[in-house]
């Protein structure tokens, strides 16, 4: 889900800046957050693919799902696990009004829509092509369009129904012309683009189904494939439409030229790796560091049958790490989440563990132009002024970084601080354990679905308890886990959240006080601040980019001085393994892997 997020709200994150004459009607064909756009009306391909790249062939690959498995064909719920490509960045099914390109921070240009025109701040109307068609011949109309915003927003995922809040209504102004409505005084200005990237469902198709429900019907899409086999909880495949309404059109040129994309599902890295060697699939990620330094060394690696490549990724890194649990009692004090945060000792976990390959993460926004660091400016210090005695004044000062360790796995220096940070919030330590007033311990669970973190956790957790703290790893299944996350009933999970170039409505969904009670939503650690909300509205606000990463920064500088979460590690790379029978564009998209959509096969293939 935190893909889906990601992936849905990228394309909401942006919009044209209000004109001079505000109430003057704009008509684009693509739209960006401030008015900038790479590519001209009468463009032929985005510049990262290759238009004449052959089609057929198929790819086969990894989902990437911490589930391990699916049992659901629709992304857009909080119900079941979905499979890969009917959601986010990977849908292959769904086609929206615009879509994105890859190589701008936020522009989108269009697909179903031939155009947008617009009064900033108030509507925004789409044209949509007549041609447009779902699998099955029927054409997609502005029914279908508003009976999809209708579902989103009224039975949608709880961060998709809180990041269009703001859109009023869904009009139909004709068979292929639908309007959209922002509520006044809302920072309507990033809403166009959220709603211009929303997948377009079939309403007479959902009218016969229940969108609630999770299912392994295949859905009727109009996107550049359909669902073709389903092995339940092993893999689903994917067949490229030949009579694809859209598959000439500039946004579409030299991509989707598989004729067959599967993912298959393994449960541990193990398999999928074994699988890969074995030829049972074609290319996977590695995200273990572990497994990138000490597996590939095999006769397929060794005399290029299997290419390793670090592929450079351009996109901000996001934030992975301990989500601590405001929600509960233990943890409401800023100096005990310090304190557990200090207990972790990276640089040890770097070279013991990962091989030297990551950096530590020090921001919410990492490796994004709109990471804090050092002092604050005249611009971040004016933004933060105002709020006076609502904002801890060691937010004026440096920006927080966790401490480097020497990496011998002591980190004495961090204990004895955490020790007194403990002391000063009230948990004294008797007889080796941490207690409070009523002598009630100090206890930690960290609540994880899958293995592969207990080597990682352990060592973190025998940190903790050189403090007196009782701390526990809890390993339980996949329904369980998700049960638990979506009622918020944990101490601390490990999650990455990720944003766009222009972050927009996916800030409520992750830090907003509204979203901290909402179930199922991605505030991970109950964020409710004020101050916080009040920075996440001028953000939506902003006129310019310098303005919207000013706020940023100041954001960032906010929740690292508040220590909800205990950052750990990232890398600017993707590391690919894969056969070496693929053919892929000279220039790589720098915001996306690029793999589903511009590679193609160099084995049975044929001219489009």
Known sequence: MRRLLAGALALGLAFSSVPAHADAVQTSHGLSAFGDLKYAPDFEHFDYVNPDAPKGGSLTTVSTSAAGTFDSLNGYIVKGDSAAGVSGSENLIFDSLMVRAADEPDAVYGLVAKHAEYIPGQWITFQMREEAAFSDGSPVTAEDVKATFDLLKTKGHPGLRLAMRDVASAEVLGPHRVKYTFKEGAPARLLPMLVAGLPIFSKAYYEANDFEESSLDPPLGSGPYKVGKIVRDRSITYERREDYWAKDLPVNRGRWNFDTIRFEYFKGHGPALEALMAGEIDLREEFSSKFWATQYETPAVKDGRIVRATIEDGRPAGTQGYWINTRRETFTDPRVREAIGLAFDFEWSNKALFYGLYTRTNSFFENAPFEASGKPTKDEFDLLEPFGDQVPQTVFVDVYEPPVTDGSGRARRNIRRA????????????DGKRVNADGEPLEIEFLDDSPAFARITNPYIQNLKRL??????????????????????????????????????SLYTYFSSEAADDSGSSNLSGIKDPVIDALLEKAQEAENRDELYVTLRVIDRILRDRHYWVPQWSKASHTLAYWDRFGMPETKPKLSRGVLDTWWSLADTKAD
């Open 468 to 505: 007196g703290i009782d701390a526990s790893l809890r390993q339980v299944d996949r329904p369980q886990y998700q049960r638990r996350v979506k009622a918020f009933d944990y101490d601390i999970i490990v999650s990455r959240l990720t944003f766009s170039m222009t972050p927009g409505p």
């Open 419 to 430: 020790q007194g940070l403990l002391d000063d919030a009230g948990w004294k330590l008797v």
